[in-house]
């Protein structure tokens, strides 16, 4: 079968013989290339589900996030208020005498809150692996605080929740996992 150059649609056969179409290439292809490597130009509407469903189907995911990211996401973006409320702590129980670090401090805590909240709610994989990695970390503060201080069993509830709920959910899974 002869393809003309007007065809809309390429049409490549695999090693196995399922056949793919895809759309012409149209622009720089190196940095086609380079942006399908890094993921950017994937949007959410190309995930797939984890139905086990044939590849012939569309079980595509919508551009919300499921349930389980959605509330990793808002856990996260709502740890921005422990900087804020230390920053508060010290501008008003405190002197005054040097803020500078206390105040970059609590800015690069919030940003970073933020920016992972964000990044797991847009499905960017380095996001759950910060997320994951900085959950266990309050999870082993709060072990190693848990004979000294009450306020043991949250720092642990927190980072377990958040470490689980982006690993163990399919639906998590699937939103991460680009096709």
Known sequence: MALSASDAVIVAVDSSGTDFNHPPCVGLPLARLSDSL?????????????????????????????????????????????????LVLVLTEFEARNLVPVLLLALVGVGVCASIGYGLWRGWRGSRIVAVVLGVLVLLSGLNSLGSSNSGFLPIAYGALVALLVLVPASARAWFRHS
């Open 38 to 86: 890094s993921g950017m130009d994937i949007g959410n509407h190309h995930r797939r589900a984890a139905t086990g469903s044939s590849p012939d189907e569309s079980a595509w995911v919508s551009s919300r996030p499921p349930l389980p990211v959605l509330i990793a996401a808002l856990l996260v973006t709502a740890g921005a208020l422990v900087p804020l409320g230390l």
